[in-house]
Each structure stands twice: as C-alpha cells, then as structure tokens.
C-alpha cells in the first residue's frame, strides 16, 4: 500500500486469469464463480492507477511461442519443444534435468512480458517514466514470486501477490466485496481472448498454441477451436493434430511426477512428439499455491478443480475472438512497436535464458 499511495509512483495491477475463478471463494461465493468485474473494481478502489488483464500477456506468449515452435518444427530444432509459463516446472527442471534446457521454450511467462511490454510500449505511448512505474502482479502461484526475481529478467515486474493476499487486502480495506459492481479493465491494452483465458487450467496453454500455429502453417481456418484431447484432468494427455497433411504430435503433463516421466522419455531418445506443455501444479494454475485452499471435506465432496477450470473454458466459449493472433490488441502492438513474432526487439524483452541450478549448496 505504500506504493499505491505514493504520488510519484504510477502503480498498475495485472491479474492472471485463474484468480477470476477462485477470488470469490474468499468471499463465501459458489466455486469456480468468475468475480472479473468484481476483482477489478476491487483493486480500482483499492488505489491502483490502472487494471490491467494478464490474459493479454497470454495472447503475446502465444505469438511468440507459436512462433518459435514453428521454427523448430521445420528445423527439427531440440525437437520437442517444452512450454515455459510454470515456474515451479521451470525451477524443477534447472535443478533436475539441466541437460534438457534446449528444449524448453525461450518465451517468458504471460505476467513477465506484459510487464516488460508496460514499461516500455505502454509507458511510451502515455508518456510515463518507466522508472516511475510499479507493475503489481496478482498470481495463483507462490513461485510467482521466485520467478519475478530470476536475475534473466529482475526488472519486468516489481511485486507478485498471491490470490489469497489480494483477499487479505480487500478485507483490510473493508470492501464489501459481493455486494461491488463490476467493472471492466483499462484500456489500451485492455483486450484479451478466449484462448487467453484457459492458460490458467491443464492443456489450455497447448490449446491456445495449436488455435495459432494451425492457422499459421495452414493458412486455413479451424474448423473446430476446441481441442478436447489436451482437456481433463488426466495426468498425461497426448494428441495427434493433422497440419495439412503433416502429424504433429503433442504431449500435456501436469504435476512434477508427470512431468518427470515425459522428461526421462526425452532424455532416453523414446519421445515421439513435437510439443510438450507441462505445468508444476496438478490442474494447472487454477490449483496454484496463491489460490483459496479448500478443506478435505470440501474436496471429497466436489471437483474444485474442475469447477474453476469449467468457469475458464466458459469464458473462452463466451469470447467474441477465441484464437489470440486475432487479438486487435496484439495486432496493433506488433505493428506500432514489436514488428512481428521473434523480431529482435521481441526476443530483447519476451524471451529469456534459462541456468543448471545445483540442488545444495555448500555453507
């Protein structure tokens, strides 16, 4: 709050699209309830000077993983390629399997490149010192936190709260939360798609990846945008996409123990896919640490995950524009500042590199 209240700082918020799904929970709402209007006007009146939607961070990582995995798949460049979006799975696989870090995408995660991109295109475009400007994260994962500070990318974002830390602050502050109307997030940057909005559950993100790259290396239209195999709750999930004539094969892992089996098939040559999404928490992000931890009895009684997941995938169904290279938004920003996916200016602010970690130090 120090920040928020400091004039000669401009402080904006980003939220990631699984905590839209579970804030409510906090407030005594039904599971899997989407608070969006809510949350932001929770944080309008919580004094950030803009609200910001991390889904379209999502559609900007789409873009430029789309992008590098179509290059590696014509290349058959350390083939399969390995999302990066989870830094628990990231931190996992610099400790464990440092030799298989070629495979693992160069993109930064959603949150981390809408924070590059607000402290150079945005405060640009409104005449914002960057060195003045605050970018807040509000995250359903712990690791967040971690990730924020990897020394690849310290300056991107300046501060991460989890899910169940924005509710501490809206009580603090005495909002009567359920009784809010809702609001929208600001504009310019303000749009987002429906493949934004499911990065936040299991084989959303290689579902909003393949909506792209079909199209790309194509040139058709999907006929059909959902792609059910990479859905659910299994904890391996493979799948064979026909490109025009050339099989692309897929694989979605969630879970460390998942995630170790498809690695040690990389490691032993016995991997027959192209592209791997794997994701550190069981559900993906919308069982993040950050988020509302529900009792046991709770979850004899119903699917949690599957709750919120449900809300994510409605309002991917809802979306005017469901594919993220459709995105106005992610047009304009391409052609006013980044050129096009895996320009140089992209990958100065959008990629990053990845280090082996030793598992003990010495003291």
Known sequence: MRKINDKDTFVVVQTAPAVRVALGEEFGMPIGTNVEGKMVTALKMLGFDKVFDTNTGADLTIMEEANEFI???????????????????????????PELLGHLSSCKSPHQMFGAILKSYYAEKQGIDPKKMYVVSVMPCVAKKFEKTREQMPDDVDAVITTRELARMIKQANIEFVDLE???????????????????????????????????????????????????????????????????????????????????????????????????????????????????KVRAEVDVRKLRADALYTIDEKSTIRKSHENPAIKKLYKEFLEKPGSHKSHELLHTTYVAREKYRNI
């Open 71 to 97: 290059e590696r798949f014509k290349e058959n460049k350390e083939i399969p390629m390995i999302t990066s979006c989870s830094p628990g799975w990231i931190r996992y696989i610099e400790l464990n399997y």
């Open 182 to 296: 809702d609001s929208k997030f600001d504009d310019p940057m303000g749009e987002a798609t429906g493949a934004a909005a499911i990065f936040g559950t299991t084989g959303g993100v290689m579902e909003a990846a393949l909506r792209t790259a079909y199209e790309t290396v194509t040139g058709k239209e999907l006929a059909k945008v959902n792609f059910e195999d990479v859905r659910g709750k299994k904890g391996i999930k493979k799948a064979s996409i026909d490109l025009d004539g050339t099989e692309l094969k897929v694989v979605v892992a969630h879970g460390l123990s998942n995630a170790k089996k498809i690695l040690d098939e990389i490691k032993e040559g016995k991997a027959d896919y192209q592209f791997v999404e794997i994701m550190a928490c069981p559900g993906g992000c919308v069982m993040g640490g950050g988020q509302p931890i529900k009792s046991s």
